[in-house]
């Protein structure tokens, strides 16, 4: 995988690691608001947010835990938690903002644990499965530890945009596109995908009821 050896490329992964720990943390840190939590509270919701869907992916791909040998995003995840809890009474609509907040990692993980796994020459439904968890998974520990019901169990298109974000990413690189060009791309399939979802409240339904917009009914 060559394509990866380039310093631009690494900087480019690094770049959306970055941004993405520090907006789900971000969310992490409101969804800690949202249940009262003192600060404590605020710092650890925080930091799992933004860090536990790449620890599932590391463990999951035999690789170190990455934040263990090298705990600058480990510092980023705390100390945007610990922002959010000194600056949270200026948010009006909490709700809201932890979505977008939610938006904006969930792009960047789908792109970074896609092309993570990609780097582990792993095949590529595995490296598109691998930048689901990424995304979905600190989401997931979020709302468990707040006592709130999971985005990916209630319907929301969630998963599925970071599904077609990572699958973005690594089609496009598989296609021998750069993989600049292709992380951004992905990135921006996940955030519109996720956008639209949240703006115009679409719902994925059971049977009979594939898609519904405007929530439930």
């Not at 595995?126 to 707040?146: C, E, N, P, S």
Request: net charge neutral; with cysteine; proline share 4%.
């Amino acid at each position: 995988m060559s394509i990866f050896n380039g310093e631009m490329v690494q900087s480019v992964i690094h770049g959306f690691m970055y941004f993405g720990d520090i907006v789900f943390a971000v969310s992490g840190a409101l969804a800690a608001g949202k249940r009262k939590m003192d600060i404590v509270g605020y710092i650890l919701i925080g930091t799992i947010t933004g860090l536990g869907g790449g620890t599932l992916r590391d463990i999951l791909l035999d690789r170190p835990v990455w934040w263990t040998r090298a705990p600058l995003e480990l510092y980023l995840c705390m100390g945007a938690a610990l922002l959010t809890y000194l600056w949270i009474f200026k948010i009006s609509d909490r709700y809201k903002a932890t979505a977008w907040f939610d938006a904006l990692g969930l792009s960047a993980f789908a792109i970074t644990g896609s092309t993570i796994a990609m780097q582990s020459l792993v095949p590529w439904p595995i490296a598109v499965f691998m930048g689901v968890m990424t995304a979905t998974g600190g989401g997931v520990i979020r709302d468990v530890l707040t006592d709130t019901r999971p985005m990916i169990l209630c319907g929301e298109l969630y998963a599925v945009a970071a599904l077609v974000g990572a699958f973005i990413n690594i089609g496009l690189m598989n296609m021998s596109i750069m993989p600049e060009i292709a992380m951004a791309a992905g990135f921006l399939g996940t955030l519109l995908l996720r956008g639209a979802a949240i703006i115009y409240d679409i719902r994925l339904g059971p049977p009979g009821e594939f898609i519904h917009i405007g929530g439930r009914k």
